[in-house]
């Protein structure tokens, strides 16, 4: 096995799984992530994608965690308009999310790390999170604060020499850089345009959908992405993470 594989449940074994937890693997990281459109540009799983990426990552950061597979799809109803996004109710995803956490409980993992990464399934993550703390033994640690995801993602684009600012991220600069860093093959340069620029009501967003402001499904100028700010915004959100999982581990 590669040591990308060494941290990613789903590809292992399950006497390896066994063997991790008894030398000393406890905590799990959980990305609950979407299919959704993303421009013409991004593959409908971006957030799948990003979810894998930054669990694994954080993982092999933390060195005694895995990566579980990244829930799929999520709460996504504001980009049925567009083909090729599925969706789910919240209650479904939440369900969902109670189920993987359980069954991760029952195998022994001490500490389940909850990290939403599209913006509609921050809220159902947060809301059933403590629900689930009071029913496990593991301890649960819900990475869902969609302002401070936002943030981290445009600090990182700046961190980059990249100077686009935006309080609403979708497929535009830092989505696109993201999916650049982890294989440039999955972003069709010849079909990136830009999509509605300026100040953006998110209540609109998902009260009459994206296609009600953005024809395309882009929000900013996904031109200015390039995969080394990609790299730089994975490595930031990465790095923030592990802090605070290390932070309340040592908490309990």
């Not at 299919?35 to 979810?51: A, K, S, V, W």
């Not at 972003?187 to 953005?214: H, N, Y």
Request: aromatic share 4%.
């Amino acid at each position: 096995m590669s040591s990308r594989d060494l941290f990613s449940l789903e590809e292992m074994a399950w006497p390896e799984v066994e063997s991790a937890l008894q030398n000393g693997t406890r905590t799990v990281i959980v990305a609950v992530g979407a299919i959704e459109q993303h421009g013409p540009h991004l593959p409908l799983n971006m957030d799948t994608l990003d979810g894998d990426e930054l669990s694994r990552r954080m993982a092999a950061e933390l060195g005694d965690a895995l990566a579980a597979p990244t829930i799929r799809p999520g709460c996504s109803g504001h980009h049925m308009e567009f083909p090729g996004t599925i969706t789910v109710p919240p209650e479904t995803l939440m369900d969902v999310i109670r189920s993987y956490c359980r069954s991760l409980d029952e195998h022994g993992f001490e500490h389940i790390v909850l990290v939403p990464t599209h913006g509609g399934n921050f809220g159902p993550v947060r809301t059933v999170a403590p629900d689930i703390a009071r029913k496990l033994d593991a301890t649960v640690i819900s990475l869902a604060d969609l302002d401070e995801h936002m943030q981290l993602l445009n600090e990182g684009l700046s961190e980059a020499g990249i100077e686009y600012d935006q309080d609403v991220i979708h497929a535009g600069a830092a989505e696109t850089a993201i999916v650049l860093a982890i294989g440039d093959g999955l972003v069709r340069t010849d079909q990136i345009e830009s999509g509605l620029e300026g100040d953006i009501s998110p209540a609109r967003l998902l009260s009459d959908g994206f296609k009600s402001i953005t024809e395309n499904g882009v929000l900013g100028d996904p031109a200015k992405a390039t995969a080394e700010a990609g790299e730089v915004i994975i490595q930031n959100v990465v790095e923030t993470y592990v802090e605070q999982v290390k932070h309340e581990r040592d908490a309990v």
